[in-house]
């Protein structure tokens, strides 16, 4: 008699058999890729099944090895032009340890590169790999769905993920160290309609970060400086809300933390450790002041808030300035005016902020036109004017090549100082609603910022008109 149960495998023969881990195999069936059939509560597998699913996973093996043997030489290619050396073979190795390798070479390539942040985005059929320089984004790779699976897990185990509240997004701090360097990152798996999206941002950590290279034309950061060497009072850094704003924030903090300064840092998402800085985590939802008292209570030289959306926070800054300190506070706004505005809403006594404040920055970010292709023209009559050029002066025209694709390649930040002094502090005392807005000295402003970069072809004059106006 053909007993049918001789017909049918266990799990543990499946796993045998088809040679994956329990894990695996249970994916599987919930995938309906594998099916199963359930009795007395366990799971068991027709022969047929097995038949056809052991074909099924030697066609995508195939395809892994193939994809694999493709990318690990491309990485490796990669990594000998930008100047290192040679990854040994790892054809001998199993798949797992080959998916790993390619992890490896895909970051080390990054960090080489001085990439800050990689995709690994779904597509309908497997995964692609973006890697982007500040705003500039290209494709590397194309990776078949049996290989992306892997390589995302490789790369979501390279960090500690927590959800964040209430949403089906984690996110994790890590650091990667090898051969010697070490770089922070941090790491995001956001569920999307084609499967797990993953960004991989990584702080590039150049040491000796100027305020020039962050965006301040030489006379703005001299009067910068000097604004943050005189006396304790509140500096308001007011921009749009995208990635470069806490690279700022922590530059800025590094500029202040030089001297063997205490820097202490309330921060509502913590982003970034930052060995120079102490940190304290203020979790959205939870009551300010014992935190606000164990930060004044380290006697801090210079007080850090990475946004300010409370009354007791907007108090707070006040009470940084009074107990000595230089307090740096980021606002999410537009513009300086609309910064100011926010404070003001958080009722605000406006004779101790106009005493407080020592200063505006207003930062904004415009695209740079690709150096590669970009080419240039002379402004109409009306543009020379605006700029205060003779009219045979060149500003740059957005052109296209491989490099860039549009035209464009990352960002040109712009900063523009308001030292409270120059009639800021008066406007803020008088809250006349007729009183006329002040304007920053014009060495100083925002505008000066935009044109400069109009001048020196790095931004086009049509997306610089609304700073140039002012
Ligand atoms: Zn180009």
Excluded at 107 to 116: I, Q
Excluded at 358 to 376: F, I, Q
């Amino acid at each position: 008699m053909a007993d049918s149960e001789a017909s049918f495998s266990t799990i543990a023969q499946a796993m045998e058999r088809l040679g994956l881990s329990r894990a695996e195999l249970y994916r599987r069936v919930k995938d309906k890729a594998l099916k199963a059939d359930k009795t007395d509560r366990r799971l068991r597998f027709a022969e047929d099944e097995l038949q056809r699913y052991s074909q099924v996973l030697a066609a995508e093996h195939e395809t892994v090895q193939e994809a694999l043997s493709r990318w690990l030489t491309f990485f490796a290619e990669r990594l000998v032009q930008s100047g290192r050396e040679e990854p040994p073979s790892v054809a001998e190795k199993t798949t797992a340890e080959q998916v790993a390798e390619l992890g490896r070479r895909i970051l080390l390539s990054a960090l080489a590169g001085e990439v800050n942040n990689l995709y690994l985005d779904p597509l309908h059929q497997g995964d692609r790999l973006l890697v982007g320089i500040d705003g500039h984004r290209t494709e590397l790779a194309r990776f078949p769905a049996p290989l992306a699976a892997p390589l995302k897990s490789w790369f979501k185990a390279l960090a500690p993920l927590t959800q964040l509240a209430d949403s089906g997004v984690f996110e994790g701090l890590g650091k990667y160290q090898d051969e010697g360097a070490a770089r922070q990152f941090r790491l995001a798996v956001v569920p999307t309609l084609l499967g797990e999206h993953l960004h991989l941002h990584i702080y590039l950590d150049r040491q000796q970060k100027t305020l020039e290279e962050l965006g301040y034309t030489p006379a703005q950061s001299t009067a910068l400086s000097g604004l943050l060497v005189g006396r304790p009072g509140l500096l308001l850094v007011v921009g749009p809300a995208e990635a470069a704003a806490e690279r700022h924030r922590l530059a800025l903090a590094r500029q202040l933390s030089a001297a063997g300064r205490l820097v202490v840092s309330l921060e509502h998402r913590i982003q970034y450790r930052a060995e120079e800085l102490i940190q304290l985590d203020l979790p959205t939802g939870q009551p300010f002041e014992p935190l606000w008292r164990a930060a004044l209570g380290m006697g801090p030289d210079v007080l850090l808030f990475d946004q300010v959306d409370s009354a007791a926070e907007a108090r707070s800054l006040l009470e940084g300035v009074g107990s000595g300190a230089v307090v740096v506070a980021q606002l999410l706004a537009p513009t300086a005016l609309d910064g100011l505005g926010q404070l003001l809403r958080f009722e605000m006594d406006r004779q101790a902020l106009s005493r407080a404040l020592l200063g505006v920055v207003e930062r904004a970010v415009m695209r740079r036109l690709c150096p590669a292709c970009r080419t240039s023209r002379p402004p109409t009559p009306e543009e020379a004017a605006l700029l205060d050029v003779a009219p045979e002066a060149e500003i740059g025209v957005a052109q296209r090549c491989d490099h860039c694709g549009d035209g464009f390649s990352g960002r040109r930040y712009l900063c523009g100082l308001w030292p409270a002094d120059d009639g800021l502090a008066p406007w803020i005392r008088s809250a006349a609603p007729d009183s006329p807005l002040p304007a920053p000295p014009p060495e100083l402003s925002l505008a000066a910022a935009a044109r400069q970069a109009v001048l020196e072809k790095d931004a086009l004059l049509e997306e610089a008109l609304p700073f140039l106006r002012g």
